[in-house]
T-cell receptor
């Protein structure tokens, strides 16, 4: 049973560029959430996707956008990269019942460095 | 606005010691609370999930308790081992203002052999 998989594991970009990160949820899960984790801090909630729609969003600018596909996989896009976007980006999947989100399972993350 | 605080920020103990990690939250209207372990540069591994109607959960040497009324949870680790060295994070799902997961900053644990 494959867990949550994320790609790429590491990437380096320069300021102003755009990046796309990908996530495949754990088998049987239909909800994907994205988090940003700066060094030494806890993960910060970016947004959550369910039934191909953004269901909840944290305090992140519109430069951060996402998408969920019919197979429940998801992408996180960040435009006009800033140095402060350097972080570990984590994807979590869960199985939703109505609007309640159950136990979260995380991938290994994508380490983004912006130069 | 829900805020989650973890104390202490870092902890160093000798092998074999029992220890308690603390997590507090400001808004008691939560759906559940989940404890995670994170190794350096890695993703999060789920340890225990406590539903809002539950008081505690146990898995092996780990026991987590939840007191919603006081906004507190504790993670008890029995007979600590060097392999327990990691950062431990607690997260709550609040049901006010949408179902968002709010994390604490974590407790960095080092168990000395």
């Amino acid at each position: 049973d494959a867990g949550v998989t994320q790609s790429p594991t590491h990437l380096i970009k320069t300021r102003g560029q755009q990046v796309t990160l990908r996530c495949s949820p754990k088998s049987g899960h239909d909800t994907v959430s994205w988090y940003q984790q700066a060094l030494g801090q806890g993960p910060q909630f970016i947004f959550q996707y369910y039934e191909e729609e953004e269901r909840q969003r944290g305090n992140f600018p519109d430069r951060f956008s996402g998408h969920q596909f019919p197979n429940y996989s998801s992408e996180l896009n960040v435009n006009a990269l800033l140095l402060g976007d350097s972080a570990l980006y984590l994807c979590a999947s869960s199985s939703a019942s109505g609007i309640y989100t159950g136990e979260l399972f995380f991938g290994e993350g994508s380490r983004l460095t912006v130069l | 606005k829900q805020e989650v605080t973890q104390i202490p920020a870092a902890l160093s103990v000798p092998e074999g010691e029992n220890l308690v990690l603390n997590c507090s939250f400001t808004d008691s209207a939560i759906y559940n609370l989940q404890w995670f372990r994170q190794d350096p540069g890695k993703g999060l591994t789920s340890l225990l999930l406590i539903q809002s109607s539950q008081r505690e959960q146990t898995s092996g040497r780990l026991n987590a308790s939840l007191d919603k009324s006081s906004g507190r949870s504790t993670l008890y680790i029995a007979a600590s081992q060097p392999g327990d060295s990691a950062t431990y994070l607690c997260a709550v799902i609040s049901n006010t203002g949408g179902f968002k997961t709010i994390f604490g900053a974590g407790t960095r644990l080092f168990v000395k052999a």
